[in-house]
């Protein structure tokens, strides 16, 4: 019983994890480098309050959190691919620009600077009477578990048994020989920029819908460890799926273990430090698509 | 289905301030093999990129089956029947052999998913029908680079190419390899597939060719039907000069030896050996150049010597000094100057300016204590522009600005300018294709540069692609294929031909022929 | 080829940066009015409040000049090619150290002071070296372990600090006097009452030095020319690896320096989170300046005087509109030099 609810609570934790994580994959396959998921995240949470509070409805604010996400990718799209510019930077202005943007909402709509009123969360369905399961119940009752679940196999389709993954993958390879076949670079590039943001905003959902409210800067660093999850899973859904349960056990166990003699600080850095060791190779070459990164430049034959 | 009946007429294309195709026709018959032949910057490539659609001419037009059409992109020209195998090829390397071949036009199963059964068994239909022995599941980061070339006709076929141009095909394969080429290029033309052949090599013509045209510094000089021409003839109207004859230079007996390897190993950057046991002397006071196809372990010999990247096994002693392990700075402490062949990469920061450019790799010399920089850097560079001819000798200016030949000058500048005391002289000289890109009148001043360097007492180490070149400049000549030195002579004792014949692998007990 | 054309390209360089905060002011005057404000009005309140007054600009250097200190990091660190994200940990670190040094160490008044700055130098420079290291060795993408570290450095500080923090609240034990850094206002009384202090002069000092640094020095040139071609740097017996060491660890000692604004010059002791996003902006600044002291020196100050002006509007408009438009200057200012840097690239 205490297994299983520790595994609930882990698996509760890695849902927005795993969700940008995805997202974060199939845009850096596509050659984008996609720091801006903190931001994404944020706005996500953000669209989600909105809606669920201005209508009372919380699929109103999944929706309006996908357009949030959409948003925000799009604008992440223009500047790498149309303009060319550096994604990484983009991404960091990205992040800045949700994280002012969000306080400047909250403060002008809420008329708080640090929590939006309480908003309805996402109902639990009753599917298969899986529910009703000791422990695990709540969690399988959760329509975004759910979804996040169902997101592995069918990401991993996209990317691996899809024609357009097969597009995308050979662009964040070598889009040259890409664009060479005639394929648009630009086009499908930004189609996997967005289907980040629909990923990852959905991820932020998630944590407003739990939270029932939105708080300042509540998305504290996971877009960034979903990035790390991503690297350490090899670009792979399933692998960053599976590192992010890895990191949503850590914090899992972070959790159970405060005010124990163990320092618990150290097991909230844990997450950080794996990553760290991922990219240094010791577990196993981490390596990227080729061309991500770089920007595409049909002048530069 | 027949092939097109392809006409150029009067294309011209320039590239910046050269004219690379000047008023170009040609005629590309249905069922033909025809041959465009010329030198280096002949402009043959870009010819075959205007009608591939890669360029777009400044004037001209071309037409197919008597139409005119307008080629914006490859797309277009892939439309009409049109295919190219490029020099480099645009393969995707995690990627399978057949979802590179089907890339783009991809059979559907269902929503939007990849039929892999369906496009695997089309490939291997495809490859069987044209002979191309190709494994429709292998990754392309593990095939040989023939058979890497085979998936590249494949595309091209599978896309219903007609007309096939394939730009250098050989330059990067082994002997067995051509010969194989050679066999599906026939069965391709047996099949009505007409085929373009973008080559330097006459034996390929001679072997392959109904047609040939040859072009040279943009235009068409001649042609014809192969079988009514010999390869004198061709070679003459490719070069357009009697040969440039040997430079005139002070008899010089050779010194002590400056630049030595001994049983060199080198892998490439696949981790396979391209350096296989070489060893040889250069020697103060000679021009050693070394001839080759570029792909035969030159590039990882010349890394090697310059202390970028380390030897498998054996050594190599520059200055008479035996140095382990590798160190760029090392090497050049030793006495070494690096002409590379990849300037904008290797040889200069195309953002710096052309003073800092002029102490890359003398920046230690050059500083005052921990100083470098200012006044005192650009006056330091008057000198060496001035002396190099650098075009226009402004300190300031930014080096990747400057045209091909002068910033070749200002590489020569900074390597074989005079060192101040107290910095190791030059002693040995690393000259990779020196005169790659670059106009003629630098091309004079250079080779004059190498000469007067060797006349100083240097060993200097040439290696190039120009046959010319190599056998102007050099006392002695080594000859690398395959990794391997397979043949040293003398420019007095040897002519393009022969050295052609060595460098594409020939075996020693065939006898000399003129 | 006029020798105009490459004058063009080259004043183009410096009108992008220009460009990208006139967009963005712009974009922000689109937010001012959709509240119902005047843009213009909002925006001759907040420059009168940052710079037309004595305690006004004294506020506005206040908060200028850490920027300067992780303006100045930043720009080192991407001049040799390298992305420093973790400047706000190395500033944190740094303020950590000193704070640290400056309550407990027991060294007379005259070498307290240095003490305490060399603290904060090592501990910053130190934290910038462990992603320069893996880098150089193992070639681990800086960004994402920089970014990494700022939160390693959180959860440190919080351990380390466990036993040291004063109970009531989290912070140090204040610094003894002989580590205070004076206000400006002790020189200047026009400042009085802000907390400008002398770090801004350390980090001017600081901007001259680097300056020297990458273009006067032969490791400047060496640091330039690994960011601009590491393989000719290479050729040219450039150790990389060893620079990219070098210039992270040089650039952690600065950001790590920039600490001392608060801890030695403000409140006299260490408190959580009291970087407040320095690091981050310090990107932007680094961006907008093009990685020039002197461009950095303007941009800090442009920011500084943004997010000081802001509190004054707070009333009218939210001073968050200041961190969205920290946002958007980034963004336009990488879209504005890549399309410049193209332009240039094609009339060079």
């Not at chain 2, 059409?69 to 490859?74: G, I, Q, W």
């Not at chain 2, 160190?327 to 195309?350: C, F, Q, T, W, Y």
Request: charged share 15%.
């Amino acid at each position: 019983m205490e297994v299983l609810l520790f595994v609930a609570a882990a698996l509760r934790i890695s849902v927005p994890y795993a969700l940008a994580a995805m997202g974060a994959a199939v845009s850096e396959r596509g050659g984008v480098i996609c720091i801006a998921l903190e931001g994404i995240m944020l706005n996500g949470a953000l669209g989600y309050v909105l809606g669920a509070h201005a209508t009372g409805n919380p699929w109103v604010g999944l929706s309006t959190a996908v357009l949030a996400g959409l948003a925000t990718a799009w604008l992440h799209a223009e500047v790498t691919v149309r303009f060319r510019a550096d994604q990484i930077t983009s991404g960091l202005g990205i992040n800045l620009l949700a994280a002012g943007l969000t306080r400047f909402v909250l403060v002008r709509v809420f008329h708080s600077s640090s929590n939006s009123p309480r908003v309805v969360g996402l109902p639990d369905w009753d599917l298969f009477g899986l529910s009703r399961l000791p422990a695990i119940g709540p969690l399988l009752g959760s329509p975004l578990v759910l979804l996040t679940a169902a997101c592995v196999p069918l990401v991993w389709w996209l990317l691996f048994r899809s024609v357009f993954g097969l597009r995308l993958r050979s662009i964040g390879e070598n889009p040259e020989a890409a664009a060479s076949l005639g394929l648009h670079v630009p086009r499908y590039r930004t189609q996997g920029v967005l289907i980040c943001g629909a990923l990852a905003s959905l991820a932020g959902a998630w944590l407003a819908s739990e939270q029932h409210s939105f708080n300042d800067g509540m998305t504290g660093g996971r877009g960034y460890i979903a990035l790390a999850a991503m690297i350490v899973g090899k670009w792979n859904p399933v692998g960053a799926a599976a590192a992010c349960l890895l990191f949503g056990t850590a914090d899992a166990l972070q959790i159970r273990l405060q005010g124990s003699a163990f320092p618990s600080e150290l097991l909230q850095a844990l997450p950080y430090l794996v990553t760290m060791l991922a990219l240094a190779g010791f577990i196993g070459r981490a390596v990227a698509p080729k061309a991500v990164g770089v920007p595409f430049d049909p002048d530069q034959r | 289905m027949l092939a097109p009946h392809v006409s150029l007429r009067d294309i011209t294309r320039r590239c910046g301030n050269v004219v690379a195709n000047d008023r170009v026709s040609l005629e590309l018959l249905p069922g033909q093999v025809h041959a465009i032949v010329g030198e280096n910057g002949a402009g043959k490539s870009t010819l075959m990129k205007v009608l591939y659609g890669l360029f777009q001419p400044d004037s001209g037009e071309i037409l197919i089956d008597g139409r005119p059409v307008r080629l914006p992109d490859p797309e277009a020209a892939m439309h009409l029947g049109l295919g190219m195998v490029h020099q480099h090829f645009m393969l995707i390397d995690t990627l399978s052999v057949t979802e590179n071949v089907v890339l783009g036009r991809e059979p559907l199963q269902g929503l939007g998913a990849f039929d892999r059964a369906k496009a695997e068994a089309d490939v291997a239909a495809l490859a069987k029908r044209y002979s191309l022995p190709v494994d429709p599941r292998a990754r392309i980061s593990q095939l040989s680079v023939g058979a890497q070339q085979r998936v590249e006709i494949l595309k091209a076929l599978f896309r219903g190419a007609r007309v096939l141009i394939l730009d250098e095909p050989t330059a990067v394969l082994t002997p067995q390899e051509v010969d194989e080429l050679f066999v599906v290029l026939r069965a391709l033309q047996h099949d009505g597939v007409s085929i373009v052949l973008i080559t330097h090599k006459l034996g390929e013509v001679k072997a392959l060719a109904d047609v040939v045209t040859v072009m040279r510094a943009g235009r068409v000089v001649g042609g014809g039907r192969v079988a009514e021409l010999t390869t004198n003839q061709i070679s003459e109207l490719m070069v357009g000069r009697v040969l440039a004859p040997l430079r005139q230079r002070t008899a010089r007996v050779p010194g002590e030896s400056l630049l030595a390897t001994r049983s060199l190993e080198v892998n490439d950057e696949r981790g396979l050996r391209a350096v296989r046991g070489v060893s040889f002397d250069v020697r103060a006071g000679e021009i050693v150049g070394l001839a080759g196809i570029d792909g035969n372990g030159q590039h990882e010999l010349l890394e090697s010597l310059a202390g970028l990247c380390a030897p498998h096994a054996g050594t190599i002693s520059i200055g008479g000094h035996l140095l382990a392990g590798h160190s760029a700075r090392a090497h050049r402490e030793a006495g070494l100057a690096n002409i590379p062949s990849d300037r904008l990469k290797r040889g200069l920061v195309s953002d710096m300016t052309l003073a800092e450019n002029l102490v890359l790799g003398r920046q230690r010399e050059a500083s005052h204590g921990p100083w470098l920089g200012g006044p005192a850097l650009e006056a330091r560079a008057r000198g060496p522009l001035a002396e190099y001819d650098v075009r226009p000798p402004e300190p300031r200016g930014i080096a990747g600005q400057r045209s091909g030949g002068n910033q070749q000058k200002l590489i020569a500048a900074r390597e074989l300018g005079k060192r101040s005391a107290g910095a190791p002289p030059v002693r040995a000289i690393l000259a990779a294709h020196p005169t790659r890109g670059v106009d003629l009148g630098a091309i004079e001043f250079l080779h004059g540069q190498l000469l007067a360097a060797r006349d100083a007492g240097c060993a200097v180490l040439l290696v190039s692609c120009e046959l010319s070149e190599v056998l102007a400049l050099s006392d002695r000549i080594l000859v690398m294929y395959e990794g391997r030195i397979v043949h040293e002579t003398t420019p007095a004792a040897t002519n393009e031909r022969t050295l052609g014949q060595w460098m594409t692998g020939r075996v020693a007990s065939q006898g000399e022929s003129a | 080829m006029s020798a105009s054309r490459p004058r063009l390209a080259a004043a183009l360089g410096w009108a992008a940066p220009l460009a990208a905060v006139l967009a963005a002011l712009a974009a922000g005057a689109v937010f001012i009015a959709a509240i119902g404000e005047s843009p213009l009005e909002i925006y001759a309140l907040m420059f009168r409040e940052a710079f037309g007054t004595g305690y006004g600009l004294g506020q506005t250097l206040f908060k200028t000049t850490p920027l300067l200190f992780t303006g100045l990091a930043v720009a080192l660190a991407f001049r040799a090619g390298l992305f420093n994200i973790g400047v706000e940990s190395q500033m944190y670190l740094g303020g950590f150290a000193a704070a640290l040094v400056g309550a407990y160490a027991p060294l007379p008044g005259v070498l307290l002071l240095p003490a305490t700055l060399l603290a904060a130098a090592v501990a910053g420079g130190a934290w910038g070296a462990i992603p320069g290291s893996l880098k150089a060795r193992f070639g681990a993408h800086e960004v994402i372990n920089t970014i990494m570290l700022n939160f390693i450095a959180i959860s440190l500080v919080s351990w380390i600090g466990r036993g040291l923090f004063e109970t009531a609240s989290v912070r140090t034990r204040d610094i003894a006097a002989g580590a205070w850094l004076p206000r400006l206002d002790t020189l200047l009384p026009e400042f009085r009452g802000a907390p400008a202090n002398f770090s801004l002069l350390l980090a001017l000092v600081l901007a001259v030095l680097v300056g020297v640094l990458l273009f006067r020095t032969r490791l400047g040139y060496e640091l330039r020319a690994v960011g601009m071609n590491a393989s000719a740097a290479e050729a040219a017996g450039i150790s990389i690896g060893r620079s990219q060491v070098l210039a992270m660890s040089l650039s952690g000692a600065i950001a790590g320096l920039g600490g001392v604004n608060f801890v030695l010059g403000y409140k006299h002791y260490f408190e959580l989170e009291f970087t407040g996003g320095a690091g981050f902006i310090g990107i932007a600044v680094a961006l907008l300046g093009r990685n020039h002291p002197f461009g950095v020196l303007l941009a800090a100050l442009f920011f500084g005087g943004l997010s000081h002006g802001a509190l004054v509007i707070n009333q009218r408009v939210p001073r968050e509109l200041v961190n969205v438009l920290q946002g958007l200057v980034i963004l336009f200012a990488i879209s504005a030099q890549a399309v410049a840097a193209r332009l240039a690239r094609r009339w060079a």
